[in-house]
């Protein structure tokens, strides 16, 4: 879902060919790529390693070899085209990061007809390992259960997390996750759905007097033992490290139902039949993680879920409703009590029109087709694609979402300068339905973007062919559309251009980015190792980017 904007240097290898007058051959039809796989840490050649050529056209096949036992390989019958090329083996991180004798290259890249590209060298980094025990409050392990790692991420407006691993503990309640990136990790012990098992009713326990009685029992737990997402702690791992003793202790909770009744907000009748969500939410209230839920309804068309720990969750509800599809969302505190007098209410997408125009006194370029992008703030919002062949178009918002908009096709020096809706610029707080009125919200396009062209250098002075360079608002609170990326050539160069007036932090890396670049409260990292530079309406600078070292963390 990530959309590179920029300039994108596409590097040519342009292997020269020497032909003798003489005694000239035919030109081969297809091309050839040579190279070598070794151990970054010290250089030696690595057996066993795979590298695939893979094509960015669509209908050609990937090629993969596996190296000789000095890690030698050849790929050979390559056609013209674009092509992306990995090496990967068991102990090692997958890389797309080559070099070309001292030259590193982009990892998209064009062979010509004929080609020989020689020389071309992978540097593979060891994984990471992270393992530890999982037992109950009593010392007893927890066999057969479920560790995940997720890591968090934010996507310009979206935040949320996303499974890195998984593993499965012994009989001794160990577990060890392999493959692992360098990177900060939550590690949560899945305990959901029924205690006994799937398929198997658990019946609650009683009092002497037939009372249902709640008894303290297991739910999922994150590190270092809490049953809350916003309660959890990250665990760092460095490159290659194996980091060992991160034990997990689970201990009962009081877990508890919720339920109500949904509303057709229309036609104000009850919903009798509808998918019910569940997600936990963070200390931010922002990142979400999805959690099994087991949705009952009962003959009165209430809904009820059962076995919920404490903590904030997100419900989501969606169905269908004499053929018009519907949903709501309700953010809900769980605390020891059980939650069964909600209602919520659901609705329909609602319909508004849109424009992309031109800021005062301009004009967008003759024959321009403006491709918009909405892109929801919530995980499980769909995004909203508009092509339109010319003047106002439609778009279809789901009832409590938030919206941030994109051009994704702008003009050269282009950038959204606003997004006009309810009176005003809403870049930051964002498009809603429930904004929508009778006149088209209006994208409005300024020409004047600033322009940079720079060369990147590493913390040692070497060029940093390849490299990702990033263009990152300063401060970056609510400016997602201000953000540039583009890919250094094989000799460090980059170019960005559209870039809105104002500061920026700008950045490169070639392997992991030193941070979170749409955390906008994560940035110290970038601001350390990069520069800044202000960018003045219809500028262009010429500056090279020193990129300082990465800290230690």
């Known amino acids: 879902m990530k959309v590179l904007i920029g300039f994108l240097l596409v590097a040519q290898f342009g292997f020269p060919q020497t032909r003798g007058a ?8 297809t091309g050839r790529i040579e190279g070598q796989v ?5 250089g030696v050649g690595l057996r066993r390693a795979r590298v ?13 070899v596996e190296t000789d036992d000095r890690g030698r390989f050849e790929i050979r019958d390559i056609p013209v085209g674009n092509y992306s090329l990995t090496a990967q083996r068991d102990g090692y991180l997958t890389s797309s990061t080559f070099r070309r004798g001292s030259l590193r290259m982009p990892p998209r890249f064009y062979l010509s007809r004929g080609e020989r590209v020689t020389n071309v060298g992978f540097r593979l980094r060891p994984w990471s390992v992270l393992s530890g025990k999982v037992r109950f409050e009593d010392g007893d ?13 934010h996507s310009r407006g979206r935040h949320g997390f996303k499974n890195a691993g998984s593993a499965a503990t012994n009989d001794r309640g160990e577990y060890r996750i392999h493959g692992l990136a360098p990177g900060a990790y939550y590690i949560a012990v899945a305990f959901e759905g029924n205690v006994t098992g799937p398929g198997v009713q658990d019946q609650a326990r009683v009092d002497d007097s037939g009372r249902e009685t709640r008894v303290p029992s297991y739910t999922t737990t994150f590190y270092p033992g809490t049953a809350r997402l916003s309660d959890a702690l ?3 791992l460095s490159s290659g490290e194996e980091l060992s003793g991160m034990d997990v202790y689970m201990r009962p909770v009081e877990r508890v139902k919720i339920g109500g009744r ?10 009798r039949a509808a998918s019910v969500f569940l997600e936990r939410l963070d200390s931010g209230n922002t990142g979400t993680l999805p959690v099994f839920a087991e949705v009952e309804f009962d003959a009165e068309s209430r809904f009820h879920v059962a076995n919920v720990a404490p903590g904030w969750y997100q419900l989501w509800i969606e169905s269908t409703v004499e053929n018009r599809r519907v949903q709501g ?3 809900l505190l769980l605390t020891n009590a059980n939650v069964e007098d909600l209602d919520v209410v659901v609705l329909p997408a609602r319909a508004w029109k849109g424009e992309v125009v031109a800021a005062a006194n301009e004009r967008l370029p003759a024959g321009f087709q403006p491709h918009v992008v909405l892109e929801p703030r919530s995980e499980r919002g769909s995004i909203v694609d508009a092509a339109p062949a010319g003047g106002p178009f439609d778009v279809l918002l789901a009832p409590g979402e938030t919206y941030d908009m994109f051009v994704v096709n702008l003009p050269e020096d282009y950038y959204v300068a606003e997004v006009r809706a309810s009176g005003g610029d809403v870049r930051a707080a964002g498009l809603t339905g429930s904004m929508a009125g009778s006149q088209p919200f209006q994208i409005v396009l300024e020409s004047q973007g600033g322009k940079i062209d720079g060369q990147v250098f590493g913390p040692e002075g070497n060029v940093w062919g390849g490299a990702t360079v990033t263009l990152i608002p300063e401060p970056a609170t609510d400016r997602v559309q201000d953000y540039r990326e583009a890919y250094a050539n094989e000799y460090g160069r980059f170019r960005i251009g559209g870039i809105p007036p104002g500061r920026y932090i700008l950045t490169a890396w070639l392997d992991e980015a030193y941070c979170d670049v749409y955390d906008a409260s994560g940035l110290d990292a970038c601001r350390q190792t990069g520069t800044l530079v202000d960018v003045a309406r219809a500028s262009t600078q010429a500056l090279a980017l020193n990129v300082k070292a990465q800290p230690r963390r």
């Open 22 to 29: 003489a005694a000239a051959k035919p030109e081969a039809a």
């Open 38 to 42: 070794v151990a970054d840490l010290n």
């Open 52 to 64: 695939i050529l893979r094509p960015l056209e669509t209908g050609k096949p990937a090629l993969g």
């Open 141 to 153: 392990p927890a066999v057969n259960m479920r560790v995940d790692l997720y890591q968090q991420y």
């Open 234 to 236: 990250p665990v760092r």
């Open 262 to 271: 949904i509303t057709d907000g229309e036609s104000g009748q009850a919903v």
């Open 329 to 331: 969302r309700q953010t």
